[in-house]
Each structure stands twice: as C-alpha cells, then as structure tokens.
T-cell receptor, first 112, second 111 residues
Framework: GENVEQHPSTLSVQEGDSAVIKCTYS??????FPWYKQELGKRPQLIID?????GEKKDQRIAVTLNKTAKHFSLHITETQPEDSAVYFC???????????FGPGTSLSVIP | NAGVTQTPKFRVLKTGQSMTLLCAQD?????MYWYRQDPGMGLRLIHY???????AKGEVPDGYNVSRLKKQNFLLGLESAAPSQTSVYFC??????????FGPGTRLTVL
C-alpha cells in the first residue's frame, strides 16, 4: 500500500523567513496530494492541494511543488508569521475522494 | 451549517467495555472516514465509506467496526476496548472531488 514519509519532523524558523517541508510517496498511482494544518488541540484543516497534472500551485504565502518522476512533493511557506506555528501533514491518494494516507507530520515553530 | 460533528468529545472506558462514536455531517457528502491520531504517528485511517450502506477497511481496522446506515452518519464501534485504543479519533467527510473536512475529534482513554 501507499506509504508517505515527511521531513523534517520539527522545524524552527525566525519570523519572516521561509519554511520548507518535504514529502515522498511510494505508490506511483497516487495523483492527489493535499496538505493539512493542525493547530494545537484543533482539527486538521486543508490549506492547499495539488493534482498530478500540475507541477506547482500557489496561494498567497503558500506554495506546493510536485515531482512525479521522483515521487516527492514539498510545501513552501514564505514570510512566516507566528500564526503559522502548527503541525503540517502531507498526504497522498489515488483520487481526491479515495482513502488518503497521511505523513507523520512536521511541527513548525515560528519564532517572533 | 454545523459541518462535521462528533459525539462524545471525551470518554473514559475500562478495558473490555464497548462504545460507539457518532459522526454526523450536514454537507451531503458521499464519503466519510474515521482516523485515529497518536503522538508522532500522524493520522491513520481506520475505516471509510464511499456511500450510504458501504464500508471499507483502512490502514488500522482491527478492533473496530463501522456502519453507514444513513448518508449523514458514520458510526465507529469498539466491541472490547483495549488500552492500545487510547487515542484521539477524528471523523472526516468529503464530496466526490473535494477535500476532506474534519470533525473536532473525540479523546478516548482506555484504562
């Protein structure tokens, strides 16, 4: 079955710097890659997603890139703010409605 | 719209007891999912459903059963709780081509 790895497990950045989280997946049939943000004690919430027919997608300070050949995708957050501090999960599935396999998460801390 | 709701929010069980967690969504989503979240393990899929009357196994289905008798509800059952089932349980739902919306979670402790 699908396996999703995520690095780093923890990340600390200064406010205003960029943060990058990288994920790899094992199933070449996967074609939907969402990213979720989970603040402490809260539920996960989708922040951005990308499908296999797109190499890059941006939404304000957040961008995701996908390399299908290498089976890896990355989340980029620019101009980080303290409210970006949270756990970020990458995930992969064969369709947006199919079962989604999550990575173990990255705990991001933005230091004011 | 309430979105995705879960009942109860907290529960403490003794080993061997049974319970049912209820998930309800009012967005007319076809797909519903149950996950468990343990520290350092991320979210692991227990069971999911692609429509009323259907269920399928996820990554960690052992010790759990589910039912989807109504489109808006997805029930997760523990027949004989074990300490290894202590976790936070999240329900989620999605439309056929959309992202998953999560409920607030249920914190379960098995003594």
């Amino acid at each position: 079955g699908e396996n999703v790895e995520q690095h780093p497990s923890t990340l600390s950045v200064q406010e205003g710097d960029s943060a990058v989280i990288k994920c790899t997946y094992s199933d070449s049939a996967s074609n939907y890659f969402p990213w979720y943000k989970q603040e402490l004690g809260k539920r996960p919430q989708l922040i951005i997603d990308i499908r296999s027919n797109v190499g890059e997608k941006k939404d304000q300070r957040i961008a995701v890139t996908l390399n299908k050949t290498a089976k890896h995708f990355s989340l980029h957050i620019t101009e980080t703010q303290p409210e970006d501090s949270a756990v970020y999960f990458c995930a992969a599935s064969k369709a947006s409605y199919d079962k989604v396999i999550f990575g173990p998460g990255t705990s991001l801390s933005v230091i004011p | 719209n309430a979105g995705v709701t879960q009942t109860p929010k907290f529960r403490v069980l003794k080993t061997g007891q049974s319970m049912t967690l209820l998930c309800a969504q009012d967005m007319n989503h076809e797909y519903m999912y149950w996950y468990r979240q343990d520290p350092g393990m991320g979210l692991r899929l227990i069971h999911y459903s692609v429509g009323e009357g259907t269920t399928a196994k996820g990554e960690v289905p052992d010790g759990y059963n589910v039912s989807r008798l109504k489109k808006q509800n997805f029930l997760l059952g523990l027949e004989s709780a074990a300490p290894s089932q202590t976790s936070v349980y999240f329900c989620a739902s999605s439309w056929t081509s959309g992202s998953q919306f999560f409920g607030p979670g249920t914190r379960l402790t098995v003594l």
